[in-house]
């Protein structure tokens, strides 16, 4: 079966880096996606990968490996507003989205 | 507008009713997609449409149909509703075509089935 793995929940202080993880087992791969979703609200498009290495886009960064099946979210110079749920997602064979369940990453002073 | 609207916001409803959630996007995107968040599961896709005029089934279609008139519509019907179905619903379009597009949310409806 496919299958996405992420912590369930995560805590961090405010000013620090904190990286997500993410596993992944499906029928084929064709891309990983981590998007936002703030309590009460719609996920947001955070980053995209599809080759193996580290795509930056300000204080995010996105990392894939491939062969690993692994991929991480990393948030640095955390902010309160960083509080949130961060979902991976993995396009299969079929062009569909698998999603984990996502991880709640709670930010302290 | 601007994005992906859907209606209502969120429903109280009876089981055994009938109910259509709505979802309309002003983007041109080729796809759209319904999806259901459950508190600890994540997105499960209920159906899909690459095309205007095409639908597909997705993870979770049982107790849910829907159709795709047009570009911009895609509503998703409860034909008798149960409290199973009590979840958060959350309708998504893409330009589709490629594996690097992502999706855009609409704000979801949140479906209380007593």
């Known amino acids: 079966g496919q299958n996405i793995d992420q912590p369930t929940e995560m805590t961090a202080t405010e000013g620090a880096i904190v990286q997500i993880n993410c596993t992944y087992q499906t029928s084929g791969f064709n891309g990983l996606f981590w998007y936002q979703q703030h309590a009460g609200e719609a996920p947001t498009f955070l980053s995209y990968?599809?080759l193996d290495g580290l795509e930056e886009k300000g204080r995010f960064s996105s990392f894939l490996s491939r062969s690993k099946g692994y991929s991480y979210l990393l948030l640095k110079e955390l902010q309160m507003k960083d509080s949130a749920s961060y979902l991976c997602?993995?396009?299969?064979?079929?062009?569909?989205?698998?999603w984990g369940a996502g991880t709640k990453l709670i930010i302290k002073p | 507008i601007a994005g992906i609207t859907q209606a209502p916001t969120s429903q109280i409803l009876a089981a055994g009713r009938r109910m259509t959630l709505r979802c309309t996007q002003d983007?041109?995107?080729?796809?759209m997609y319904w999806y259901r968040q459950d508190l600890g599961l994540g997105l499960r896709l209920i159906h899909y449409s690459n095309t205007a005029g095409t639908t597909g089934k997705g993870e979770v279609p049982d107790g849910y149909s829907v159709s795709r008139a047009n570009t911009d519509d895609f509503p998703l019907t409860l034909a008798s509703a149960v409290p199973s179905q009590t979840s958060v619903y959350f309708c998504?379009?893409?330009?589709?075509?490629?594996?690097?597009?992502?999706?855009?949310f609409g704000p979801g409806t949140r479906l209380t089935v007593l």
């Open positions: 983007m041109r995107h080729n796809a």
């Open positions: 990968n599809v």
């Open positions: 998504a379009s893409s330009s589709g075509g490629t594996s690097s597009n992502e999706q855009f």
């Open positions: 997602a993995v396009t299969d064979s079929n062009y569909q989205l698998i």
